[in-house]
Each structure stands twice: as structure tokens, then as C-alpha cells.
């Protein structure tokens, strides 16, 4: 399994397919959902691949300087609990550390705020809601950590 930036069209197409089989397809949510949370500012795209198939990804972008967003991270059902996830934010944070101290930032989905805090990241304020995500269950939880 290696970890490394979506350069290529074809690593871009399959890190936007594992993030839409694996975030929003199971909320029936449309195909084209994830142009309506990209931000117009720089991105970062990691993909993690095994046997030549895209397994896990991470999306980041550039809020300012000083502050990262990780927008999106996704790992496939049958490769979770094998440190990908781990493994896609410690690449994030290999690859822009010369740019610290940073915060880094991101809403968690409540079921996976216990991945985040066993990375570092510590809650702050109240859970956030999203009318998409409400009726499935699913609340957000602002984490950050800082790199120092
Ligand atoms: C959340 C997610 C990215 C975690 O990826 P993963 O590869 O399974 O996680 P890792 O194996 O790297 O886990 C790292 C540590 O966090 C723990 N962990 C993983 N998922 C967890 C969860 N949902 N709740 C609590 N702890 C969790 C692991 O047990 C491991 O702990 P350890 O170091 O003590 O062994 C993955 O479950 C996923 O894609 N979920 C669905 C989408 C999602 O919720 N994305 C993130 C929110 S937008």
C-alpha cells in the first residue's frame, strides 16, 4: 500500500469515485455533490492505493497561511481499522510542515470525531448540522490540532 498526491487524471477521477462510493452515494445524495463544497483556494489530494486500485483518500485546501482544511477523507469498508486513514493524515502533515506552526481544521462526522481524537484533534464548540446529513443521522464536530 502507498500513499501519494493525486497527479495524474486517472488518480484524480479514482480518488473523486472512492470519495463519492464511500461519503455521499449511500445518502443518495447526487453524483456531482462534491462541487458544492469545493473551495476556491490551493488543494491537496492524496490517494492511497493497494494492488493498483485507489483504497483510501484525503482532500484538503489552503484556508489561509497558516490554516488547512481537511475537507474530505474516505477509506474503503474492507481496508478500515488498517491505519490508511492514519497513514493519508500523517502524509498531510508531512507535506506541509515546512509551513509551520498551522492549524489544521475539520468537521467531523460524530461517527468518526473517536478517529480524529486519536489523531490529536480536539473538539470545539457545539455539533454542527447540514439538512443533507440530519435525516441520516449524520452531525459535524469542528476538530483542529496544530502543527507546530
Ligand atoms: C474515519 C475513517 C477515515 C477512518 O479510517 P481508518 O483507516 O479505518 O482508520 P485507522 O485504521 O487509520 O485508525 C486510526 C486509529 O483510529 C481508530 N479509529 C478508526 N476509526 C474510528 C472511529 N470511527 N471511531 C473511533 N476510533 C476509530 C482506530 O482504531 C485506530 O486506533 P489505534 O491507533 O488505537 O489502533 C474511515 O472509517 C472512513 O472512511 N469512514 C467513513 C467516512 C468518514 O466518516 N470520513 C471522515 C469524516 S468526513
Same mark, same amino acid.
Given at each position: ?30 453524483? &456531482?455533490? %462534491? /462541487? ?8 491537496? $489530494? !492524496? ?5 493498483? #486500485? =485507489? ?22 469498508? &474492507?481496508? %478500515? /481499522? ?8 500523517? $502524509? !498531510? ?5 515546512? #509551513? =509551520? ?48
Amino acid at each position: 500500500m502507498k500513499i501519494k498526491s493525486a497527479t495524474t487524471q486517472k488518480e484524480k477521477e479514482e480518488l473523486d469515485r472512492l470519495l463519492w462510493d464511500v461519503l455521499w452515494k449511500p445518502l443518495n445524495l447526487p453524483r &456531482d455533490i %462534491r /462541487k458544492t463544497f469545493r473551495l476556491d483556494s490551493p488543494e491537496i $489530494e !492524496l490517494i492511497a492505493i493497494d494492488s493498483d #486500485a =485507489a483504497i483510501g483518500a484525503l482532500v484538503a485546501n489552503w484556508l489561509s497561511e497558516k490554516k488547512i482544511e481537511i475537507r474530505h477523507l474516505a477509506v474503503r469498508q &474492507d481496508y %478500515r /481499522k488498517k491505519s490508511v486513514g492514519k497513514l493519508l493524515i500523517e $502524509e !498531510l502533515f508531512k507535506l506541509v510542515r515546512e #509551513a =509551520a506552526p498551522l492549524q489544521i481544521q475539520t468537521f467531523a462526522r460524530n461517527d468518526s470525531v473517536g478517529f480524529y481524537a486519536k489523531l490529536g484533534f480536539k473538539p470545539v464548540g457545539d455539533y454542527l448540522e447540514h439538512e443533507d446529513f440530519t435525516k441520516h443521522g449524520i452531525r459535524f464536530q469542528k476538530m483542529y490540532t496544530e502543527l507546530l
